[in-house]
C-alpha cells in the first residue's frame, strides 16, 4: 500500500521566495504533523492537524510559515519569504487516530 | 512543556553486541512513547511503543523499558548488526489522549565490525 508521499523531494529556491511542500498522507489517517530537521538536528514539532480540529499550530516559527490540510487529506505547508535558515529536511507524518505516525520521506529546502 | 532528550549523541559498539540507548523525559503525564529509526536520507521508521501503564515491553530484537519513577525510557537491541547503524528518536505523547509527538535530539548508533 502507499505511505505517506511528500514533493517535491528537493527543492532549490532563492531568498525571498515563497515555497509549497506538498504531502498527501495515508488514506484514512485522521492526524497528520509536519516537522523541520534541520542537519544532524532531531525533529522540530511544527504543526498537527486532527480531523476537523483548528490545528494546533504552537510549533510554527514565524508568521511566515502557514499550513492547511484540504478535505481532511492533501495538506500544503507553504513558506513566504524563505531565509537561509529555513533550509532544512521537513517532514510530513499521518497516524490512523492512534498515536504512532508513519513519516514520508521529507522534502529537502535549501534557500540560496 | 514537554522535553524529551537523549543522554548520548553517539554511541559506538561492536558488531553482535547488545545496545542500549537512553531517553529522558520531563513531563510525568506523558502517556505514550514511541522509539523511532531514522537512516541517512529516509523519514523516521517506527520500531516500537510502550504505553505508561507498561514497564516493558518487546518485540523483534528490541526491547524498550520505561521507568516512570525516573522518567527514563531506554531501547535494547539484541545482538547489533550493520543494519541497525541509523540515529534513533524516542518520542512522547505529552499527555493521556493527545497526539502531538514530542522528538528528542537522537543518538546516532554506530557498528563497528
Known amino acids: 500500500g502507499a505511505g505517506v508521499s511528500q514533493s517535491p523531494s528537493n527543492k532549490v529556491t532563492e531568498k525571498g521566495k515563497d515555497v509549497e511542500l506538498r504531502c498527501d498522507p495515508i488514506s484514512g489517517h485522521t492526524a497528520l504533523y509536519w516537522y523541520r530537521q534541520s542537519l544532524g538536528q532531531g525533529l522540530e514539532f511544527l504543526i498537527y492537524?486532527?480531523?476537523?480540529?483548528?490545528?494546533?499550530k504552537s510549533g510554527l516559527p514565524s508568521d511566515r510559515f502557514s499550513a492547511e490540510r484540504t478535505g481532511g487529506s492533501v495538506s500544503t505547508l507553504t513558506i513566504q519569504r524563505t531565509q537561509q535558515e529555513d533550509s532544512a529536511v521537513y517532514l510530513c507524518a499521518s497516524s490512523p487516530g492512534q498515536v504512532e505516525a508513519f513519516f514520508g520521506q521529507g522534502t529537502r529546502l535549501t534557500v540560496v | 512543556g514537554e522535553s524529551v532528550g537523549l543522554h548520548l549523541p553517539t554511541l559506538s559498539v561492536q558488531e553482535g553486541d547488545n545496545s542500549i540507548i537512553n531517553c529522558a523525559y520531563s513531563?510525568?503525564?506523558?502517556?505514550?512513547f514511541i522509539w523511532y529509526k531514522q537512516e541517512s536520507g529516509k523519514g523516521p521508521q517506527f520500531i516500537i511503543d510502550?504505553?505508561?501503564?507498561?514497564d516493558k515491553r518487546q518485540g523483534q530484537r528490541v526491547t524498550v523499558l520505561l521507568n516512570k519513577t525516573v522518567k527514563h525510557l531506554s531501547l535494547q537491541i539484541a545482538a547489533t548488526q550493520p543494519g541497525d547503524s541509523a540515529v534513533y528518536f524516542c518520542a512522547g505523547a505529552p499527555a493521556k489522549g493527545a497526539q502531538k509527538l514530542v522528538f528528542g535530539q537522537g543518538t546516532r548508533l554506530t557498528i563497528n565490525p
Open positions: 513531563n510525568s503525564a506523558s502517556d505514550y
Open positions: 492537524f486532527q480531523g476537523n480540529s483548528a490545528p494546533d
Open positions: 510502550i504505553r505508561s501503564n507498561m
